[in-house]
């Protein structure tokens, strides 16, 4: 929508020469005139809104997203839609109605998903502010792979409505709406607006002492046998920042070792398909493939996908097939439900309201396109803390030796967002934060 964002950066000229003074100005539209955009599954008024899906390849969205709303309200100007997953399901930006989208470091890598399309622009310094969504790194995976910051917030502060999918059932507790900036003190003015009234809940006017923050730090998750090892690259970075912060601030990074977030893929996959308090089953995925059609049969799809007959992409029909083999073991899925619960009490109790945890934000840096099918639960590293509903920061730390992003992500305990952003804010200024792309 670039003519009509023009229009609107003149309107704001106009208001500017002609308006009140700036304070009154920045306190009534704290955003005025900054360009966002905004992944394509979040409705844009009069943009495209198929969440990659074929037989959405002709819905424009009539009205936005309560988000889009309430950022258009601050002043920011929306320049377009960026790519998605088909149905956000998947951590590769690829779908029958776009195509591929790429990594603005190197063309042959991926961007991640969901949010992939997001992190691309962010990370090629065509946007300055994104909208995305996570519910089990959506947000972070691409911040991450793509350089930028990224933050998930702590379950339930920000509205999810006015995208598709949205979630249902116990899914609301999980899926999380939140910014993608290039800079990391971008991240809290954005979140506030965002938030609206739910901001009350964050503790985002709070002063933080860096030096009475008690770190904790996990090199890995503890061996899963569905997950790769974390690249040494990245565990290098990781003890950089411990060493950093034992140095410039005098702390003492606690090194921990939780022994359940090595069943973090199978804590997520079985309390994303579990019942809520109501007794409501999760939304099958078949069924959002489907689009209130009838569900897709994912067997069915597989056979057609071989022959170049299907209009889905192999993730999501993988994921359709998978999606019935976790309904199998419905004893082995309450232990797991009961292990997430557990390991949830766990993470407070260690958090405490004064901690944040030092995590890899992904086994490994951006991989190569289509590689992820090889290794699909590779995710699980962001995807445990959205089913144990903490706050999550994704923090770039420059760029490896093949010119990639590296990053690492900071957790805190429920509502304490601010200490996350915090510790952002301060390794940005220590690490360089976001590189320009081709800079190296």
């Known amino acids: 929508r670039f003519e009509e964002a023009l229009q609107e950066a003149q309107q704001v000229d106009k208001l500017l020469s002609e308006g009140p003074g700036?304070?009154?100005?920045?306190?009534k539209f704290p955003l005025l005139g900054v360009p966002i955009t905004v992944k394509e599954a979040f409705s844009l008024y009069g943009m495209p809104?198929?969440?990659?899906?074929?037989?959405?390849?002709?819905?424009?969205?009539?009205?936005?997203?309560?988000?889009?709303?309430?950022l258009k309200q601050a002043g920011a100007i929306p320049l377009g839609v960026t790519n998605c997953s088909e149905l956000c399901m998947w951590y590769e930006s690829s779908n029958r109605v776009y195509g591929r989208t790429n990594n603005p470091y190197d063309l042959q890598r991926t961007v991640g998903g969901s949010s992939g399309g997001e992190g691309s622009v962010l990370g090629?310094?065509?946007?300055?502010?994104?909208?995305?969504?996570?519910?089990?790194?959506?947000?972070?995976?691409?911040?991450?792979?793509n350089g930028v910051f990224g933050h998930k917030p702590t379950t339930g502060v920000v509205p999810n409505d006015g995208q598709f999918p949205n979630a249902h059932g116990v899914r609301t507790s999980f899926l999380c709406t939140g910014p993608m900036c290039r800079y990391a003190e971008d991240l809290e003015p954005v979140l506030r607006v965002m938030a609206g009234p739910g901001v009350s809940k964050l503790k985002l006017n709070e002063k933080v002492s860096l030096e009475k923050i008690k770190f904790h730090?996990?090199?890995?998750?503890?061996?899963?046998?569905?997950?790769?090892?974390?690249?040494k690259e990245l565990l290098q970075a990781q003890r950089k920042v411990v060493e950093h912060l034992e140095s410039?601030?005098?702390?003492?990074?606690?090194?921990?070792?939780?022994?359940?977030?090595?069943y973090s893929f199978q804590i997520w996959s079985a309390m994303m398909s579990s019942k809520d308090s109501e007794g409501q089953?999760?939304?099958?995925?078949?069924?959002?493939?489907?689009?209130?059609?009838?569900?897709?049969?994912?067997l069915w799809e597989l056979m057609k996908w071989l022959v170049g007959m299907s209009s889905h992409t192999l993730p999501a029909i993988a994921l359709g097939l998978t999606e019935k083999v976790v309904n199998l073991n419905l004893s082995g899925k309450a232990k797991l439900v009961s292990m997430g619960k557990s390991l949830q009490e766990e993470m407070e109790a260690?958090?405490?309201?004064?901690?944040?945890?030092?995590?890899?934000?992904?086994?490994?840096?951006?991989p190569k396109h289509n590689s992820p099918i090889c290794m699909p639960f590779n995710f699980a590293y962001t995807a445990i803390?959205?089913?144990?509903?903490?706050?999550v920061t994704q923090c770039p730390l420059g760029l490896g030796s093949e010119g990639l992003p590296l990053g690492i992500q900071l957790v805190a305990a429920a509502y304490n967002d601010h200490l996350t952003l915090a510790v952002a804010r301060y390794l940005e200024k220590a690490f360089g934060g976001w590189v320009l792309p081709g800079k190296v």
């Open 217 to 231: 730090c996990m090199d890995h998750d503890g061996g899963s046998i569905f997950v790769s090892p974390v690249d």
């Open 124 to 145: 090629a310094a065509c946007s300055v502010v994104g909208v995305g969504s996570d519910i089990g790194g959506s947000i972070r995976m691409p911040a991450f792979f």
């Open 49 to 70: 809104n198929t969440s990659g899906l074929v037989n959405r390849r002709n819905v424009i969205a009539t009205s936005d997203a309560t988000v889009v709303s309430r």
């Open 248 to 262: 410039d601030l005098g702390v003492q990074v606690q090194r921990v070792a939780i022994h359940k977030m090595k």
């Open 22 to 27: 700036d304070d009154c100005l920045e306190e």
């Open 350 to 366: 260690l958090l405490g309201q004064d901690g944040v945890l030092l995590y890899p934000s992904h086994p490994t840096i951006a």
């Open 281 to 298: 089953e999760a939304q099958r995925f078949t069924d959002l493939l489907g689009d209130h059609g009838k569900p897709v049969w994912p």
């Open 385 to 391: 803390f959205n089913v144990l509903g903490l706050p």
